[in-house]
Structure formats: C-alpha cells, structure tokens
C-alpha cells in the first residue's frame, strides 16, 4: 500500500497538530461551567426522554395558590392532625420553619404601651393603636406556633427544614435548640460529606418547632448557572454541625443514613398531578375527603405549581415548587433511584478526550466526506452512550462537550490540511516521501509506480522502485514487476541486482533480455534516457544531439534533419514500457493516428509537428524546436510573471485550443509545462498535442494516473467523456498556478487531491493578492467550474474575457 509522509511548509506538524487537538479536547472536557449549555443541555434532554413514572409512595398536599406563608396558614395545626390521622408515615413541610415570635417582643412592646397610656409622649410621633396591632399580631403568631407545634409534638412524624443563609465574616453561629438538635445529629452525616462540601449558617428557627419535630434537616436549593436545579445538596456544613438534605432527613428517620448518597435528582414521567405525583389539595385533607390517598404514604405539603416567590425550574422544562423538588428527591431515596457522577468520572473523561484528540489527527488527513461520516459517527456514539448510562445506568459521563470536540477538532485539522498558503501570497510547497507497504493492493502499488516515476532520480526513489518491484514479484505480476525494473534500469543500470532480475523474468516469459549496446546507431527505449550524450545516434532519420527535458512518460532531445538541415525537437514515448507486447500494435496505429491529427494543426500559437513515426518499440514526434522555458519554470515563488503577461499569455493559450477545438482535437494535458514562452522575443507556443491522448490510453491500461492529477478535471478524474471544456478548466488551474505559485488544489494524497478537485471550491485569488483585478477570480471562477456546461463554451470566449480584463492594468503595469 502507498503510504504517503508529506511535509507543507507553513503548516503545524503532526505533533502540533495533536497538541492543538489535545487543548481542545480537554477544553471541552473540562469546560466546566463554560459548558453548562451543552452539557447540562443535553443531560435535561436525556432526563426527559428517559422519564419513567415514579414508583414511590409520595404524595403532594398542595396548598392554594393565594396561600404565601405555610406557616401562616390558620389551620395548619388541624392539616398536620388530619394527615396523622389519616395515616401518614411522614409529614414533610417543604417551607423552612418560620423565625421565633418569643416572649422577649412581647415583653418589649408591653413596657411601649405602658410609656404610651402615661405620658402620651409616644402619641406624637407614632400612630395611635399602632403598637397595640403590633402587640396582639406577636401574640397571635405565638399563639399560633405553639398550636402548631403542639400538632407537630402529636404527630411525632414530622420533618422540619431549617432556614440557612449565607457565611458572612463575623456571623455569629447559631444557638438555641434548633443548633443542639443539629448538633446532636451532626456525627450521623458528616461521612457522608462531598469531598467539597457546601457550606452555610443556619438561620433564626423557632425553636418551638425544632423541639416538636421528630428530626431537621436543610432545604437550601443548589442552581447552577443556567438557572436549572438538577440536584440538591445532600449534606450542608454548618456552624453547628452536619445538616442533611430533608429528603435525606426523612429516610434517615425512616431507614438509616444510607451507604453512600446521590445528588443528582432523577425526574420523573408528568402524567396526573405535578411531575406524576399524585396531588391532594389541603382543602380535602381538612375535610376529610382524602384519607384513602394519604394513608402509609409520604406527604410533602407545599405548592406544586410554582409562584412567583417559590418556583423551581427543572429539566423537565417546568416551573415547579419546591415540593415537587424535596418529592423527586424522596422517592429518588426510597426507590434508589438518584443518577450518580462518581469521582473517577472525571479522570475517564479527560482519558476520553486524548484519545479523541489521537483520532482527530488520523481523520482529519482523511477526505473530507469520510471525515466528516466518521466525526458524525463518532460524535452519535458518544450521544449515544451518555443517553444510555443515563437511563438504564444511572450514570452522569458529560460526553456531550467530547461529542462536539469530535467535530471541531476535525474541522479545524481539515481547515489545517487545506491552508495551501503560509501567508497572504506565500504558498506551500509540497514534497511527497513515499513508502511501499507490502499490504497494498494492486491498484495501490500501480498508483504507487505512476507517483515515483515523476520523483528525481534520489537513491530513496531507486529504493523504492526497488521495492515496488519486488512486491510485484511477490504477488506474482512478473510483467509488471519487469516494467518497473526496467524503468529503474534506465535510471541507473548497475543498481544493485537489478540486471540479473531483469535476465530472471525475461527468461521466465520467454523473452531475451535488453543489453545495454554503446556502439549502435539507433538507441532504444532503454538507452536513450540513460546515453550520458546522445550526439552521433540517430533516430529514424534524425541525428541526435543532446537532452533538453524529460517528463513522467517521454524525453525530449534536441536534434536534425539531416536531408534539410533543421533543427528540430523530438519527443520520445518507449511503447515497450508503457504497453504489453500484445497491446504494441494497436498502440502503435493509435500513436500515429494521433500525431496525423495534431499534425494537421496549423496554428501562430501551436508548435508544430513535422513528423512522426517509430522505431525499436520508441515512439517518436518530430516538431518545431522553440527556444524558449516552459512557463512551469515561472510558476514558482520568486520567478511569477507580471500579472497582465500572465493574462495575455493565458489570452493566446485559449485562441490556441479554440482552434484545435474546431479541428476536433482536445489535448487533454494543459499545464504550465506544456506552455512554451521566451521572454526575450515574447514568442509563445502551446505544445505536447498528439500525446496526451497514447497516454490517457496507458492510463486506462494500467489503471494508473500519470503525473500530478492537479490540472485535471473533475471528468477527467471520474473517466467521463472529455471535450474542449476539459482544456478550460486545465488552462484555469494553469493560470490559477501561474498567479499564485501554486495549483488551487493540494492535498497530502493523490486520492485526496482528485476529491478536492472533484468537490472542493477553490481559493479566490483576491485572498492571496491584492494586486490582481476582481475580474481575474471571475475568469477563474467559471473556468474552474466542476459541471463543464458552466465553463467558458470555447475557447475563443475566455481570451476574450481574459483581454477585457489585462484592460483594467494601469498601462505602466507590464
């Protein structure tokens, strides 16, 4: 398999790329509160869609909506008698015990009266009666705590919640008898702290009420920021000692302290009622009417719609009363019921997101579809997962932030992997090392084959000749195996043993093997890329000069016609290494059928060919020699023609095909180094015609993609039907190239290249340069189009275009 380590210069390396991904991960790991949204989001998702109806014995006494103070409900002593009766096994009061109304305020408004009947100093500045309403509203509130507490003593089966506040410096700690009941308390619960405990001071109590209830606990409410309480404190540290949670209160009078406590509340299914609990009014109750719902059943007494000074909002996406809150939790006890989030969650999930932010590097170098499936998937399980423990485990994972890292961070390695720019004009070169992976398949390694021969001859690309080679062998594909020994041995002939492997599968197919022959005349595909001089060989009827360039496939030699003196350039293509010997015959009529029909073109902007045969299984096209550099050689970074040369130049390169078009030729290859110009006599030629479509033949062949695919098209890529489109496009990414020093397209991998190219957009131009006209990405833009009935419909159109826009340069812009 084709195993490809690509360096881009500009962008992060892998172990910052992972670096990158592991910040993010752990951020939304350990976002904490920043995250509340996501996670708590989703947690009150799962919470309603796993809602069950409750199983617990526990029922809600509602009191009337007018109804402000529990605890100043005029027969609230005859409720709690009534309940008792009925056969309650415990009474819940869900407001905080109200403050003492002792004998000292009597007593102090007692001694103002007296002042006020002597001296009738006070009848001045106070309201006449004033002090006496206040006198006889203390002793009827005395009055009626005492009554009340006296219900509360009978009932024996009371809990009562006691008012907290906040911890302020210099707060004096509570006293009295609701401090020594917690107090005594206190040695039960405090095993059962968090490991960061909540802290509070208890607030004034009557204590009349703590005497006659049968225990005390809190009932301070825990939000969290978005405003959502999805739990409640369990234990509360006070200045005098330990204070349960009063649903924990009332099981602990119940059944014990339990074993371990869970402080995130489990929701239940709303049928009838509040939350699916039943609901009793307080009407009934001291009527009478209800004894039925109450009996062996928990009673909380409170309002379970919540109003606008008791109101609770849940992740049922209600407005509740605190009731329906101190309810949930009870049942949550009796049932066992409560979702945990135990303390190795946290180590777990931080372990999860390095994980991730490991696959999020592997991914994110995969194509941006199967990224993109794979992140969706990923990010779905995750979901999934947390849903499930949820529901069925009682668990809390906060996997919601981990499942939308596993987007972000592979949309932010595929932005890292698609930056072809290290700033504004500053393009990436790319420089593919590659290694062969015995694993590979067939296809693999023939694409492994079409990407080395394009490599320099390094002795890492004959090592991995080499190899490709022998993993041929290996799978038994001994012509192909030979067809790449033989290309190794054009290179370097004395490479290791690759002679005698040549001998070994020649003999075994029957065939002698090429021997290097100094002395001949006429060179054969094997000698001449290899001749260190070429002068005194001939070729047909050609003399042999010197090498002026070499591609993927063919050489190019400078030489001439000895019959009329030219000079001439002559472009080889050796058959017998591009095609098997039962497939040279027709690729030979098909090469000469080719070279009749580019021969015929007879354009200022075309070279010209003035010849063509073959000889010794070498292909040859003899054609004008121009001298001038293939304005490949201008599009790197440093040597970027002027912009408006580049239009023009592009203006007389889309004339040229517009008439090859019209003589029904496509030349399928358009690219920068197919583009002749010389500089000094501003002479331009568009060369390679006849050529292009022997090697798409070799492609189909071998199943092998030739060269750099970056000038291609997207149907050239998907092997549709070319027409003169084809060439737009492939004269679109050449000026693109030529603008900016780089394709609009690059990518890590061949196979990622041609899906970018078939479904990516490109780069404006505008992005890299400000110095180009807005008319320029226009061009481009339809040019690059991936539909071709939305390219230019000739090419004679896009020179037109191409030379409105050069118009808008200064006329001092070269």
Not at 88 to 99: Q, S
Not at 190 to 212: H, I
Not at 288 to 317: E, F, L, N, Q
Not at 706 to 731: C, F, H, N, R
Request: glycine share 8%; net charge neutral; with cysteine.
């Amino acid at each position: 398999m084709l195993s490809q380590d690509t360096k881009r210069t500009g962008l992060p390396s892998e172990a910052a790329q992972a670096g990158v991904c592991a910040v993010l991960a752990l951020f939304f790991a350990l976002g904490g509160d920043r995250l509340v949204g996501i996670e708590g989001g989703f947690y009150d998702l799962c919470q309603r869609l796993s809602a069950r109806p409750v199983r617990a014995p526990v029922v809600i006494v509602n009191l009337d909506a007018d109804t402000k103070n529990l605890w100043a409900l005029p027969r609230l002593d005859d409720l709690i008698t009534n309940l008792k009766a009925a056969g309650a096994r415990l009474i819940i009061p869900a407001t905080p015990a109200p403050p003492p109304a002792g004998s000292d305020d009597v007593s102090r408004l007692q001694a103002l009266l007296r002042l006020e009947e002597r001296g009738g100093a006070l009848q001045s500045r106070t309201e006449p009666g004033l002090l006496s309403r206040q006198l006889v509203e203390i002793e009827a509130r005395i009055a009626q705590q005492e009554r009340v507490a006296a219900a509360v003593q009978a009932a024996s089966n009371v809990v009562l919640g006691l008012p907290t506040a906040e911890v302020r410096p210099g707060g004096t700690p509570g006293t009295g008898i609701c401090a020594e009941r917690v107090a005594a308390a206190s040695p039960r619960f405090a095993v059962l702290e968090n490991s960061r405990p909540k802290t509070a001071m208890l607030a004034p109590a009557a204590g009349v009420l703590c005497t006659a209830a049968a225990t005390v606990g809190h009932s301070a409410l825990l939000t969290d920021r978005d405003g959502v309480v999805r739990r409640a404190t369990p234990v509360l540290t006070t200045d005098s000692g330990s204070l349960p949670w009063i649903a924990l209160a009332a099981f602990d009078l119940e059944f014990g302290a339990p074993r371990a406590v869970g402080n995130l509340a489990r929701f239940y299914q709303a049928q009838a009622g509040a939350e699916g609990f039943p609901v009793i009014s307080a009407k009934d109750v001291l009527s009478g009417r209800s004894a039925a719902g109450i009996r062996d059943r928990y009673v909380v007494i409170g309002t379970a719609v919540g109003g606008p000074a008791d109101s609770v909002h849940t992740p049922m996406a209600r407005d509740d009363g605190v009731a329906v809150l101190i309810a949930t939790d009870l049942a949550n006890y009796l049932s066992q019921e409560h979702i945990r989030r135990p303390g190795w969650a946290l180590w777990l999930e931080i372990g999860l997101a390095l994980l991730l932010a490991v696959g999020a590097v592997i991914v994110g170098r995969l194509s941006l579809p199967k990224a993109t499936l794979v992140a969706a998937s990923g990010m779905l399980l995750l979901l999934v997962t947390e849903y499930l423990l949820i529901s069925y485990a009682g668990l809390w994972l906060q996997l919601a932030g981990l499942a939308l890292f596993c987007l972000t961070g592979v949309a932010v390695l595929q932005f890292i992997m698609q930056l072809p720019y290290r700033s504004g004009a500053s393009v990436a070169a790319d420089t593919t090392r590659l290694s062969i992976d015995a694993a590979g398949t067939a296809q693999e390694l023939d694409l492994g084959f079409s990407v080395l021969r394009q490599q320099p001859t390094t002795e890492r690309t004959k090592l991995q000749l080499y190899e490709l080679a022998m993993e041929h062998g290996k799978k038994r594909n001994y012509a192909k195996a030979e067809r790449v020994f033989r290309h190794l041995a054009a290179r370097d002939p004395g490479y290791r043993d690759v002679a005698a492997k040549l001998e070994k599968l020649s003999g075994a197919r029957g065939v002698a093997p090429p021997a290097p022959r100094v002395a001949r005349s006429q060179p054969t595909a094997q000698e001449l890329p290899t001749a260190p001089s070429p002068a005194g060989r001939t070729l047909g009827r050609y003399e042999l000069e010197r090498v002026i360039g070499r591609g993927a496939m063919a050489t190019v030699y400078l030489g001439r016609d000895p019959t009329i003196n030219r000079r001439v350039a002559i472009k080889t293509l050796p058959l017998a290494e591009e095609f098997a010997e039962s497939d040279l015959a027709t690729a030979r009529l098909h090469f000469l059928r080719e070279a009749e029909s580019a021969g015929r073109l007879n354009h200022p902007y075309i070279i010209s060919i003035h010849d063509a045969g073959e000889d010794n299984n070498v292909a040859y096209l003899a054609m004008e020699y121009f001298e001038g550099k293939p304005l490949s050689h201008y599009a790197q970074l440093g040597r970027l023609l002027p912009p408006k040369v580049v239009f023009e130049l592009m203006a007389r390169a889309a004339e040229a095909l517009h008439y090859a078009h019209t003589q029904n030729v496509v030349h399928r290859d358009v690219k920068p180094a197919n583009l002749m110009y010389d500089l000094a006599s501003d002479r331009f030629k568009l060369t390679d015609f006849g050529i292009a479509r022997l090697t798409d033949a070799s492609r189909t062949r071998t199943g092998i993609i030739l060269g750099t695919p970056s000038y291609m098209s997207p149907e050239q890529l998907s092997a549709s039907k070319v027409s003169g489109q084809t060439d737009i496009y492939s004269l679109g990414v050449t000026m693109y190239h030529l603008l900016t020093g780089a394709p609009p397209f690059q990518a890590d991998s061949i196979p990622l290249l041609m899906e970018k190219i078939v479904h990516h957009r490109h780069r404006p131009v505008a992005e890299i340069r400000d110095d180009i006209p807005s008319c320029a990405d226009a061009i481009l833009e339809r040019a690059l189009a991936k539909n071709p009935t939305d390219r230019y419909e000739a090419g004679k159109a896009m020179a037109l275009a191409l030379r409105e826009c050069c118009s808008t340069f200064p006329s001092e812009v070269l």
